[in-house]
C-alpha cells in the first residue's frame, strides 16, 4: 500500500564542500537567508544525491566537480530558518575558474584562516567540522 507524505517532513538537500587551490569555495546568496555559503540546494524529485551535487555545483559556480566522497549528513531542524532540511555534505574537487550563477551574487576562494563573518544556516559548523576533521 502506497502512503502519501506530509508536508511536514523534511526536505532533502545536498551541499559541497568543494576543494580548490588550496581552500574551498563559497558562494554569496542572491536571496534569505543572506550570507555566504556552500554551494548546494534542494535535491529534485527522481534525481540522486550525487546528481544534484553535480547540478548544484555548475549552476551556483560555473564547475564541473569531481565528487571525492560523502562528508556528513546534518539533519538539525533548526539548521534553515525556512524549512526543516535535512543535507548530505559531499566532498568535491574542481578545475576552471569559479563564477556565480543561478542563486549566487558571487563566488569566492576561502581558507580557514580568512572565512566571511556572515555565513548563512548552519554551514559555518560544517565548514569546522571539514577543517577539524570532525566527520
Known amino acids: 500500500m502506497k502512503t502519501s507524505r506530509s508536508a511536514s517532513n523534511p526536505l532533502p538537500t545536498v551541499d559541497l564542500i568543494i576543494e580548490y587551490n588550496d581552500g574551498i569555495i563559497l558562494i ?5 537567508p543572506p ?19 553535480i547540478r548544484e555545483a555548475k549552476e551556483e559556480t560555473g564547475l564541473e566537480v569531481e565528487l571525492v566522497r560523502q562528508f556528513h549528513t546534518y539533519s538539525d531542524p ?17 578545475a576552471g575558474r569559479p563564477s556565480a550563477g543561478d542563486d549566487a551574487k558571487a563566488a569566492g576562494i576561502f581558507r580557514r584562516e580568512n572565512l566571511p563573518e556572515q555565513i548563512a544556516f548552519d554551514h559555518r559548523d560544517i565548514i ?8
Not at 554569496?28 to 534569505?32: I, L, S, V
Not at 539548521?79 to 559531499?90: A, C, F, N
Not at 569546522?128 to 566527520?135: E, L
Open 28 to 32: 554569496k546568496r542572491k536571496n534569505p
Open 35 to 53: 550570507g555566504w555559503a556552500l554551494p548546494g540546494g534542494f535535491i529534485d524529485y527522481g534525481e540522486s544525491i550525487e546528481s544534484a551535487a
Open 78 to 94: 533548526k539548521r534553515d530558518p525556512r524549512h526543516h532540511t535535512i543535507t548530505t555534505v559531499l566532498i568535491a574537487r574542481a
Open 128 to 135: 569546522n567540522d571539514y577543517y577539524t576533521g570532525r566527520y
